[in-house]
């Protein structure tokens, strides 16, 4: 399909289809979907926090076969080398030469499963093709898929044997997303479908003519960078952003409780973000909903408490709750 022939309101259809779909698969699981959808029109990747058990896996799972996508999955362990992440040059004794071997992060849509357990050492590798788009072995530079989408998770239940990620390699993730545990009605649900897939054998495979093919995802991301933000809206999410650098212009008690704010990195982040939510949504034009709707999850991890305020209790989404309750709405 010729990306250029491919019309708005078909990508929308297509798109809305596909969120039904996943909503069906993955329940109780609706705000995750809708980032994930998020992350993927906006070219970013997704850091995902919560308990063993809440379908994170199950979620990129049935958005990468409904992808134009290969997708692989990477389990961390203390005991995983760079390597294992990248790939490597292998010794060919009957050639007499050195061959790449490409890791699993030459797929399209890659799940790095508790990413929290392995050393800084495997994190950087990962973060650092995350970020450039490409991974070099050796003296040669190898280019990632165009189309490459990273679901990191980490669980927050247990401590020994895991490596925090630093905060500055947070920052690599478009949004930072913490998820719960289902309600009753909706846990109710969950044991209906697992029943029906026990029955079955599993999920039903997806048709082929159902994905979405990468022209289709490309021709969405210059659909939502082509949205309409008006100029106040812009000025209200930049406020934002230089809100959590000099919060003393809003609040002095705020300013002792913020130790780092976000970059320009996050700026760029919470933008993107906030149009794909209004494209989503079904609009052509951003509303300041879509920016404070998002704002958590994009800034809650590059908005840093001092010592003393993690000491009362406060981390980066209380505190960007707290800037978009004393920022003004354009």
Known sequence: MDSQTVDEAGLRARFDALRTELVKEVVGQDRLIERLLITLLANGHLLVEGAPGLAKTTAIRALAQRLEADFARIQFTPDLLPADVTGSDVWRPQDGHFEFQPGPIFHSILLADEINRAPAKVQSALLEAMGERQVTVGKRTWPLPELFLVMATQ????????????????????????IGYPQADTESE??????????????SPVAASTQLSRQEVFAARRAVLDLHMATALERYLVELVLASREPARYDAGLARKIAWGASPRGSIALERCARARAWLSGRDFVTPEDVREVATDVLGHRVLPSFEASAEGWDGPRLVAELLRLVPLP
């Open 190 to 203: 969950i044991l209906r479908l697992a029943r029906e897939r026990a029955r079955t054998g599993g999920a």
């Open 155 to 178: 669980n927050p239940i247990e401590q020994e044997g895991t490596f925090p990620l630093p905060e500055a390699q947070l920052d690599r993730f478009l949004m930072y997303v913490r």
